[in-house]
């Protein structure tokens, strides 16, 4: 599908299925949102609203990201801006060249999940440090996933029995491939983990990511 006036087509796709994906270029995404509802959003206070996604070494990586935990290996499944306290509803992944290096996608359908699994997802809670507080989320809440190994900690055995659940989870995701320049990878944040595959031999990937709020969003 290519951009022109698409992406509210993409995220309405995205919104549905999981994902959906297309091509076109960064700037045109983000005149683009500014005709839909919705809200841009930083990653972190003060940085710039489009976020530079490169494999770096462990040393070399912001704290409390996964870079820094797995560098440029392979990365566990999570949510994007899980640090924050009102994450975003819809990112949107971007990337000018082919990269051999897939993103693994995984959805969930928490009410078709096992009682016991969503019991743990639900009421399970992990201490998320966000660099300057910390506080108390479940993995599931509100209608939407939140899961990041580099910031959030289990903080009971229920916890840990989720964390175990997305560990599992990634053997079933689904291979996302960068095939085509400019291509764009619109996921619906609340419902869909995604994961770098291992990035260690090419350490030219580069993606480029947009995050948004939506102003209404259903509860599933």
């Known amino acids: 599908m290519a951009i022109g006036n698409q992406l509210t087509e993409l995220v309405a796709a995205a919104r549905k299925d999981g994902w959906a994906s297309g091509t076109g270029k960064l700037e045109v995404l983000r005149v683009q949102a500014q ?13 710039s609203r489009v976020d530079v996604l490169r494999p770096v070494d462990p040393g070399d990586a912001p704290r409390r990201s996964l870079s820094a935990t797995y560098g ?18 819809i990112v949107i992944l971007s990337a000018e060249s082919p990269s051999p290096v897939p993103t693994m996608l995984w959805r969930g359908d928490h009410w078709r999940t096992p009682y016991e699994v969503r019991e743990n997802l639900a009421h399970g809670l992990f201490i998320v440090d966000d660099g300057t507080a910390r506080f108390l989320a479940p993995a599931f809440g509100s209608g939407r996933y939140r899961f990041d190994p580099g910031c959030m900690r289990p903080a009971d055995s ?63």
């Not at 990365?75 to 640090?83: E, K, M, S, V, W």
């Open 35 to 47: 005709w839909l509802e919705l809200t841009p959003m930083a990653s972190r206070r003060g940085q």
């Open 158 to 220: 229920r916890a840990r029995r989720a964390f175990a659940y997305f560990e599992e989870a990634l053997a079933s995701a689904i291979a996302f491939n960068w095939t085509e320049p400019d291509q764009v990878l619109v996921l619906d944040n609340r419902a869909v983990l995604h994961a770098r595959a291992d990035a260690a031999a090419t350490p030219e990937r580069e993606l480029k990511r947009l995050m948004f709020r939506v102003k209404k969003v259903e509860r599933r």
């Open 72 to 89: 440029s290996g392979a990365q566990p499944l999570h949510t994007d801006g899980a640090h924050l306290s009102s994450p975003p509803d």
